[in-house]
């Protein structure tokens, strides 16, 4: 009688064990299930779930314009700014490492329609092509700018994340490094003054962030020093 009970007893332990093994294997496949269709999902279509925003241009700007140089030869000539844009000296300014030997200053203009960058920063990226867009920018520097192509350029942020950024290189006379409306709007970034912070996430949907300050770089470098010297 006892053998009969204990014998029982063990089988309903067995089904026990059993019944609750298949039901973590369920568990288990209904995630993978979930997990896999998640995966499938358009990049693009994710994006839009995690961010739930849209940048708009918020600049408007004239048309390209031919207009003939000293020997009669027609440039695609278009201003840089839109048009009642406020004086690029109160403009945002981050902090973007170059090289391991160069950080550069770089000011976001959401009223520029063309990230630009002077020839002397030609060192810090690549030439993609010397064919651009335009020939001649207004507005860049104070008076009218000669492009010389399209270089691509790698910085680093404080963070240690990798921006990328497309922009004219012209013949200036300096190293401004300008970001503009081009590059925002192919980002979706979104400017959070209340942090001070450029945010937007990549195509795998990795978020990166950008300090900036409205005060001049001073701010940001001082802020790194302090970083360092906790």
């Known amino acids: 009688m006892r053998a009969a009970r204990r014998s029982a007893a063990k089988a309903v332990k067995k089904y026990k064990i059993a019944r609750r093994g298949y039901r973590l ?4 496949r209904m995630m993978d299930q979930v997990r896999a269709t998640e995966a499938a999902k358009p990049v693009q279509q994710r994006r839009r779930i995690k961010r739930g925003y849209h940048y708009e241009r918020q600049g408007h700007y004239g048309d390209v314009e031919l207009v003939p140089d000293a020997k009669g030869k027609p440039l695609r000539t278009a201003q840089l700014r839109a048009t009642g844009a406020i004086s690029p000296s109160c ?11 160069h950080t ?5 203009d959401s009223c520029a329609q063309f990230s630009v960058a002077d020839r002397d920063l030609r060192k810090y990226g690549r030439c993609i092509t ?7 920018v207004l507005g860049f520097g104070g008076g009218q700018t000669r492009v010389l192509g399209v ?3 790698t910085g680093t942020t404080v963070y240690q994340q990798r921006i990328t950024v497309d922009a004219l290189l012209v013949d200036g006379q300096g190293d401004e490094f300008l970001v503009g409306e081009d590059w925002m709007a192919d980002k979706q970034v979104k400017m959070d003054f209340g942090s001070r912070e450029l945010k937007y996430r990549e195509a795998d949907g990795q978020k990166v962030i950008l300090p900036f300050t409205c ?3 001073t701010t940001l470098q001082q802020a790194g020093e302090r970083q360092a010297n906790v």
């Open 130 to 136: 010397r064919n651009a867009p335009v020939d001649v």
């Open 104 to 108: 550069q200053e770089v000011r976001l």
């Open 151 to 153: 270089w691509r350029f």
């Open 215 to 217: 005060h001049g770089v």
């Open 25 to 28: 294997q369920r568990r288990r």
């Open 91 to 101: 403009l945002p300014t981050a902090l973007l490492a170059l090289s391991k030997a």
